[in-house]
């Protein structure tokens, strides 16, 4: 009963910047748990970023740390993931995903639809 609905991504260079958008709709109360993942060709789908919906507390795969950086609104019960200097090994289908939990790691409950990033060397 959690719809999210993903915006951003796209085709850019490598060394560009993207931000995605994740907006959760319906009973979301309780969700604390909430996060990025990623499928690339061939591969299965890897954890990315995460954050705590009331602490706020983080953590990224370490592929992301440095580069990337997890963020919330609240108010618009959005999350964000800014990806500065991206690679062409970044290049994925990008999943949003809520639990109730405190770490998306633990559980995931309800996906996005999934958006494309594509990173061009």
């Known amino acids: 009963q959690v719809q999210l609905v993903e915006s951003g991504g796209g085709l850019v260079q490598a060394g560009a910047s993207l931000r995605l958008s994740c907006t959760a709709s319906?009973?979301?109360?309780?969700?604390?748990?909430r996060g990025w993942f990623r499928q690339a060709p061939g591969k299965e789908r890897e954890f990315v970023a995460g954050?705590?919906?009331?602490?706020?507390?983080?953590d990224y795969a370490d592929s992301a740390k440095g580069r990337f950086t997890i963020s919330k609104d609240n108010a618009k019960n959005t999350a964000y993931l800014q990806m500065n200097s991206l690679k062409p090994e970044d290049t994925a289908v990008y999943y949003c995903?809520?639990?109730?939990?405190?770490?998306?790691?633990?559980?995931?409950?309800?996906w996005g639809q999934g958006i494309q990033v594509t990173v061009s060397s």
């Open positions: 319906g009973r979301t109360f309780g969700y604390f748990a």
């Open positions: 995903a809520v639990a109730r939990a405190r770490l998306i790691t633990t559980t995931q409950e309800y």
């Open positions: 954050i705590n919906w009331v602490d706020s507390s983080t």
